[in-house]
Structures are given as structure tokens and as C-alpha cells.
């Protein structure tokens, strides 16, 4: 090998290794930002602590009945968004019905999006569901909470701000995690 290539090589070889430096710290920073998306915006998780949207809503079921937050003042709240036809409800309503005749203290809420009373109805009494039930046949209380997919859980604390969300069939494990974040004591 001659003495002139050496330099040359030389140059490649630094080249080389600015390039794989800025891969790696790139690929680092990619790393970071997927993990810290995850963990903030996952499927279940505290959330930055922001006022729950109020809501009254027809009680489904019960002519004339009303469900709405502001009954439930001073007490933390599950609200739970589902519909009758929504295949994941399928399998999360009687997770949540069994769960609340063994929580009967904790208030849970179910707001039942763009379906039929009738339709709501009869899937709520098949699944067993005891706990209060609100009819949104225009989405109104589910577009002030945002939710554009069922099933969603939002967990309130006593002020009734909203400390973790669930987007898609809430987990026992879930509901033990979120409803700890509910409960604790809140500065201000």
C-alpha cells in the first residue's frame, strides 16, 4: 500500500465515524421520543390533569331521569364511553359490570354513544350492568371528552379533573392503577 492512499483512508475512516456518531445519536434520540410517547400516551396512563367537560344527558332507561357529572361533586368518577354495536364494549361492559358490584362505592358511569335506546338497553341488561347509564345519541358529551374510538375511560378525580384516560377495553389492572391516581389527594 502506498503512502498516498493513507490519508485518504484516513479522511474516509473520520468521515466514517462523524457518520456513525449522528446514526447512533439520532437513533438514541428516536428511541427516547418512542419510549416517552409511550409511556405519556399509551393506552392507559396518568394524564396531565385538565377539567373534565360537564355533562347531563338523558338517563337511558328511566323516562325523564338525568345523569350528569355535576351529581357526583366532591366524588372521584369512572366514565366510561361504549355502545351497544361496538365489538370491544362486547368484552369490556361485563368486565365493568362485575367489577362495579364488587366497587359499588366507587361511582362509574356509562355513557352509551350514537346507538338506540333500545339497542343500549337490551345490551346493558344482557351484560349486567347495575351502575348509572346516560344516553349521547349525537356524541355530544363524547366529542367534549374528545373520543373518536369506543371503548374510553376516563378516571376523574374528586375535583373532577381527569388524572388517566383508556382508550380501548379497560383492564382490571387498569382500573386498580387509575382508580389509586383517582383517590389521591390533589394540590390546590
Known amino acids: 500500500m502506498s503512502m498516498l492512499s493513507v490519508p485518504g483512508v484516513a479522511r474516509r475512516t473520520v468521515r466514517l465515524a462523524r457518520r456513525h456518531k449522528v446514526i447512533s445519536s439520532v437513533a438514541v434520540v428516536f428511541a427516547a421520543t418512542v419510549i416517552a410517547v409511550s409511556i405519556t400516551a399509551g393506552s392507559s396512563g396518568a ?3 385538565r377539567a373534565a367537560p360537564a355533562f347531563t344527558l338523558a338517563a337511558l332507561g328511566e323516562p325523564g331521569g338525568e345523569v350528569s357529572l355535576s351529581q ?3 366524588q372521584p368518577v369512572i366514565v366510561n364511553f361504549w355502545a351497544s354495536w361496538c365489538e370491544p364494549c362486547q368484552q369490556e361492559t361485563p368486565l365493568l359490570a362485575r367489577w362495579h358490584a364488587q366497587h359499588g362505592h366507587v361511582v362509574l358511569l356509562g355513557l352509551d354513544e350514537n346507538d338506540t335506546t333500545a339497542s343500549a338497553l337490551k345490551f346493558a341488561r344482557a351484560k349486567g350492568v347495575t351502575y348509572p347509564l346516560a344516553f349521547d345519541p ?3 358529551a363524547a366529542s367534549a371528552y374528545g373520543v373518536d374510538a369506543l371503548p374510553q375511560t376516563f378516571f376523574l378525580n374528586a375535583r373532577h379533573q381527569i388524572v388517566a384516560h383508556v ?3 379497560v383492564t382490571l389492572t387498569q382500573l386498580a392503577t387509575d382508580l389509586s391516581l383517582m ?6
Not at 183 to 188: K, L, R
Open 72 to 74: 357526583y361533586a366532591g
Open 183 to 188: 383517590s389521591n389527594p390533589v394540590a390546590g
Open 47 to 49: 394524564v396531565s390533569s
Open 138 to 140: 349525537d356524541m355530544r
Open 167 to 169: 382508550v380501548g377495553v
